[in-house]
């Protein structure tokens, strides 16, 4: 296998991890920036200032920017490691069962809040704000399903991680 194949595999596994970097900080930003934003709002303008146009717009800026900030992070990390170090790091990630649930968590409240947030808060914020902002808090609050079953006893059982051959120049 020529270094254009390696080059190759190395650019795919930097792909995967900064996807999933994307992902944890989309998950991150959106479980904090919520009580974040309304404890500043209330603390530094009072009641007045605190809408539901506001917050949700916050909770799905928020979101971005962990998005964006967790895929620049893994860019970085990965495109200086080694590429068995990534490949093994990406192997590891494939085969751990407790993040693909707290993803899948997350993923599932963020479609149901997208969905359930206009429904309820229709005349309150724009279009917009209602269903991105409502993915966000879905997101956190599936994110936090997770964290709560895994809290009351429901884990995930290990999952053994296949050995990566390497390949001989």
Request: hydrophobic content about 45%; some cysteine.
């Amino acid at each position: 296998m020529g270094p254009e194949g390696l080059s190759a595999t190395h650019a795919a596994d930097v792909e995967v991890l900064m996807r999933r970097g994307m992902t944890k900080g989309y998950e991150v930003f959106s479980l904090l920036t919520p009580p974040v934003y309304a404890a500043f709002v209330l603390m530094r303008k009072g009641k007045g200032h605190f809408t539901v146009n506001r917050f949700l717009r916050a909770a799905w800026v928020g979101g971005a920017v962990g998005c964006a900030g967790g895929g620049a992070l893994e860019y970085f990390r990965s495109s200086r490691a080694s590429e068995v170090t990534v490949t093994n790091r990406r192997l590891q990630h494939a085969y751990d069962a407790a993040s693909l649930r707290a993803d899948d968590h997350s993923t599932i409240g963020a479609i149901l809040f997208a969905v359930l947030t206009p429904a309820i808060l229709w005349k309150r914020a724009s279009t917009v704000n209602l269903v991105l902002g409502g993915a966000g808090i879905g997101s956190a609050i599936g994110l936090l399903t997770h964290y709560g079953r895994t809290v009351t006893g429901d884990i995930m059982p290990d999952v053994q991680v296949p050995e990566t051959p390497i390949a001989s120049s």
